[in-house]
Nanobody, 115 residues
Framework: QVRLVESGGGLVQAGGSLRLSCAASGSIFSINRMGWYRQAPGKQRELVAAITSGGSTNYADSVKGRFTISRDNAKNTVYLQMNSLKPEDTAVYYC?????????WGQGTQVTVSS
């Protein structure tokens, strides 16, 4: 089983930035695609950004142009740089493979954007 630990969340004003990190143990980086997901209160968890082992990325329309996903395979870490944050970005953010493996969900990191 792989352990994923997300960090970097916090409270920020609208228009601000945060950088999330996901540290992975085990062999998760043999998996081609890694992603960042988020779950807002009362809503389903959604994939917001994904990256392949080769560095190809894709984003949900709601974050395109504002969020950037990256990975450092040597450090077994995936990052999510979030700029121009909006109140609707408020959620718990998780990382996992794409598609996700249920046993790999971590605790997530809370991001709260105030207006």
């Amino acid at each position: 089983q792989v352990r994923l630990v997300e960090s970097g969340g916090g409270l920020v004003q609208a228009g601000g930035s945060l950088r999330l990190s996901c540290a992975a143990s085990g062999s998760i980086f043999s998996i081609n695609r890694m992603g960042w997901y988020r779950q807002a209160p009362g809503k389903q968890r959604e994939l917001v950004a994904a990256i392949t082992s080769g560095g190809s990325t894709n984003y949900a329309d709601s974050v395109k142009g504002r969020f950037t996903i990256s990975r450092d395979n040597a450090k077994n870490t995936v990052y999510l740089q979030m700029n121009s944050l909006k109140p609707e970005d408020t959620a718990v953010y998780y990382c996992n493979s794409v598609p996700p493996r249920g046993s790999d969900w971590g605790q997530g990191t809370q991001v709260t954007v105030s207006s």
